[in-house]
């Protein structure tokens, strides 16, 4: 079912990337990300069984300014995979708790299907680093509600160091003379990961 979405050059219009990529989940299909940035303007909502998302050399996800995740699966959908995606932090306008990617709802009792777990493979998530921007935030990076999840390879990241903006200096020049190394109060993260479902298995996971 691979008939999925694949824009060869990824739009610079969230609006745009959200409304084709949404489009193509709402009528079943699979996502297969060609490789670049994808800011969105709302979350895309994973709401069939079986649903795959597919960076191909690490498409990025940039998150809704409003705190939303980029990618939302909906509670009792078994066999989700989400595997080649790297999910970016924005500047949030918004004030509702944010994250980059959630699976499941609050207050929803999903245990899932451990004949047919979800599945998170090669999925890195970062907070700052890409941009000049050291503002850039979320509450958690993945939360997980649902349950009979299985994840291989995640790298969820607050980055150490942002680019320079023309004419700055590095902070410590001593550590690297070509960024500025993050400080207090600069690319803001309060969790890696949070697990609230049951049977959730995690291998080769890093939290930084």
């Not at 610079?12 to 994808?38: F, H, M, R």
């Not at 649902?146 to 160091?161: E, F, K």
């Not at 070509?178 to 697990?195: L, P």
Request: charged share 15%; hydrophobic share 40%.
């Amino acid at each position: 079912n691979f008939a999925g979405v694949k824009l060869g050059v990824p739009s610079i219009d969230a609006a745009e990337n959200y409304w084709a990529l949404q489009k193509a989940l709402d009528e079943g299909k699979d996502l297969v990300l060609s490789p670049g940035e994808y800011p969105l303007a709302a979350s895309l909502e994973v709401k069939y069984p079986n649903q795959v998302i597919l960076g191909l050399g690490y498409a990025t996800l940039k998150a809704p300014i409003n705190g939303s995740p980029c990618i939302l699966v909906h509670s009792n959908v078994p066999g989700v995979r989400i595997a080649g995606i790297m999910l970016e932090a924005s500047v949030l306008k918004g004030t509702i708790p944010s994250s980059l990617l959630q699976w499941g709802m609050p207050g929803v009792h999903d245990v899932g299907d451990s004949k047919n777990p979800g599945t998170l493979s090669d999925v890195f998530c970062r907070v700052g680093g890409a941009s000049y921007d050291r503002h850039v935030s979320t509450d958690v990076m993945i939360q997980l509600y649902s349950g009979n999840i299985y994840g291989d390879n995640l790298w969820l990241w607050r980055a150490d160091h942002v680019k320079l903006h023309p004419g700055e200096e590095a902070n410590f020049p001593h550590i690297s003379p070509y960024y500025r190394q993050t400080v207090m109060g600069e690319c803001q993260v309060k969790v890696g990961m949070k697990v609230q479902g049951e049977g959730v298995t995690m291998v080769a996971l890093a939290v930084e």
